[in-house]
């Protein structure tokens, strides 16, 4: 029987030679990703219209901004910022107020406002407009009353796309608390919300070019298209969810919740509601906005309500925007509503205590960190602490700041890094202590996850994220650890890929077309069952591989070749395995999608270990 003892020592021989090989193994990611731009952004404090208070709510791909703000008067007016001048763009006939919501890349801006064209002794009504060609005109509503005391049906106006179509909600024949949405096109408005009789609530609050509609249904995120609605459900264990942005390509952002004060920001898309989490130390945040690259914006905040921060989420992780601005810009950013194809985001925060709305640009971009993680899977007990070693490189030409690991993906687990000396693997530095990483060397660190609660097999998302650069890409099974956590011992491979050029690329080269690679193993758990099986990356990955189980002395196969070997693992075991590859065409230098993975399965399916390496075709010395 083995004893802790035995077992710690036969893990810390294991990380010493996996720690060892993560560097090796991070310098390919250098080549993984693009450059991606910088969260760092010069700020603009857009003004008022005299008055105390502004607030941004949309800006088109030209970067004009429009919002609402106070007057000297006292009055709200909704503003075009444009070519550095904030102009007030009135209001509709007889209106007190008026608020601007969203603008096309022409220039046309959407909003609401109130309206009342007869007279002081009647009641004022609120109404959805377009503004454009210096005018602005009322888009009615989907039902009026037209009775002396209500002169006005009710609406709202929320985007509108570059053909200019008009999406809003607006107040029913059933009154206020059954608005439904409305799509309004020259100068027609159509029910979408499906019609009179519908006693469902709709809002419709975001429309791309394609025509693609996001909003509400009946307390859920929706989306129209094509005639039809789509229900994009909401995250799990929650009740109730909001889409609020949607992108060209048809990503949808927005909120999901059960209790208001727990909402997560989701990002949507290909049919997948994906939680956003919220920034560190927060209890809610919803996203608000998306352009074509996948960036969101939105707020995250405490759970009680109280100082909410505008974030970014790129690259699988969320940045505080406070975080990236200039030193002593004298901002608190507080929400962030929309972002444009050039990285412009616009919303509202307290610039020297005063709320004013704000326009964010980018700086000049500075090359991403890059990180990886070995080994890529991990199964452990409940209560147990899963260790792994990363690395993070800085390819830039300045020192990248405040380096720290976070996770991405929620988990009931406790989660800490340490920096590590490289050489030796001995923790350096303070637990959870940020670090700041010199041009053009690497940092390598110690991650531990602890479950306190059962956790399925997860590939748990990491952000590697520094406070002057952008995060890393995250590429699964490069840069990401998957993690599982149960109340019984499982197997819990450690495995590892060797290359003849000792860099993690499989180099094949002709004339033979083929290359090869070996796997060493340490099964850290419960002995058992284990399949090996090859998994080229998704795609039309055009390669041939085979594996064998290896003699660990003469590293001469020593089951038959094929696609899986089925062997047991006892705790400690060591078991070594070899892997064949011949190219059936050219494969250029793509590591992050040109990958074999070797994955360890048990009994039952789930993957117990992991590792990968890139396969080209260019010679080693191309």
Aim: with cysteine.
């Amino acid at each position: 029987m083995q004893t802790n003892e035995t077992r710690s020592r036969r893990s810390r021989a294991g990380q010493r030679r996996l720690g060892l090989a993560v560097i090796g193994f991070a310098l390919l990611t250098v080549g993984v990703a693009r450059s991606l731009a910088a969260p760092l952004y010069g700020v603009t404090d857009l003004g008022t219209l005299g008055g105390d208070v502004s607030e941004a709510s949309a800006i088109n791909g030209a970067g004009q901004v429009v919002g609402w703000s106070t007057t000297s008067a006292g009055a709200t007016r909704a503003f075009l910022h444009a070519s550095g001048a904030m102009t007030e763009l009135g209001t509709l006939p007889g209106g007190s107020d008026s608020y601007a919501t969203g603008i096309n890349d022409q220039g046309h801006v959407v909003g609401y406002g109130g309206i009342n064209e007869y007279g002081p002794q009647f009641r004022e009504w609120r109404q959805g407009f377009v503004w454009r060609n210096n005018a602005m005109q009322p888009l009615g509503a989907l039902h009026c009353p037209c009775s002396f005391n209500q002169r006005y049906g009710t609406s709202a106006a929320y985007a509108v796309s570059g053909a200019g179509e008009i999406v809003g909600d607006s107040a029913t024949v059933r009154g206020e608390a059954v608005r439904h949405a409305f799509s309004w096109q020259n100068g027609a408005m159509q029910d979408i919300g499906g019609g009179p009789p519908v006693l469902s609530a709709s809002n419709a609050l975001a429309i791309n070019a394609a025509g693609q509609i996001a909003g509400v249904f009946d307390g859920r995120a929706a989306l129209w298209q094509g005639g039809s609605r789509q229900d994009l459900g909401v995250l799990p264990g929650h009740a109730s969810s909001a889409a609020h942005g949607i992108n060209a390509g048809g990503d949808v952002v927005g909120d999901s919740w059960t209790q208001p004060s727990e909402s997560r920001a989701f990002l949507w898309r290909g049919g997948s509601m994906r939680d956003l989490g919220t920034l560190p130390g927060d209890g809610a945040s919803r996203a608000n906005g998306v352009n074509s690259a996948g960036q969101v914006v939105g707020w995250s905040r405490a759970a009680d309500g109280s100082g909410s921060r505008a974030f970014v989420w790129q690259g699988g992780a969320m940045t505080d925007l406070n975080d990236a601005l200039p030193p002593g810009s004298g901002w608190v950013l507080t929400s962030a509503a929309a972002i444009n194809d050039a990285g412009q985001i616009v919303g509202v925060g307290l610039h020297d205590a005063r709320t004013r709305a704000f326009l964010l640009t980018p700086l000049a971009p500075v090359s991403a960190v890059f990180s990886a993680v070995l080994p890529s899977s991990r199964s452990v007990r409940i209560g147990s602490w899963a260790t792994a070693f990363a690395t993070v490189i800085n390819p830039g030409a300045d020192v990248a700041r405040e380096c720290r690991i976070t996770p991405v993906t929620p988990l009931p687990a406790a989660f800490t890094f340490q920096t590590t000396d490289s050489a030796t693997n001995v923790t350096t530095g303070s637990p959870n202590a940020p670090v700041d990483i010199p041009a053009g060397q690497s940092q390598s660190f110690v991650i531990a996850l602890a479950a306190s609660a059962a956790v399925p097999p997860t590939d748990v998302e990491l952000s590697f994220g520094c406070a002057n650069t952008a995060p890393a890409p995250v590429n699964v099974g490069i840069n990401t650890l998957g993690f599982s956590a149960g109340e019984a011992e499982v197997p819990d491979v450690v495995a590892l890929a060797a290359t003849q050029s000792n860099d993690g690329i499989v180099h094949i080269a002709p004339p033979a077309d083929a290359g090869a690679f070996a796997v060493a193993t340490v099964n850290l758990g419960a002995g058992g069952a284990i399949t090996v099986v090859l998994e080229p990356s998704p795609g039309a990955l055009a390669v041939d591989a085979a594996l064998c189980q290896t003699d660990p002395v003469t590293g001469q196969c020593a089951s038959e070749l094929g696609p899986a070997v089925s062997t047991r693992i006892e705790p400690n075991g060591t078991p070594t395995f070899a892997v064949f590859v011949r190219a059936r065409e050219p494969l250029p230098f793509d590591p992050a999608t040109h990958r074999i993975f070797v994955r360890f399965k048990d009994a039952a399916g789930v993957i117990r270990g992991a590792t990968s390496v890139a396969v080209r075709t260019a010679p080693a010395g191309g």
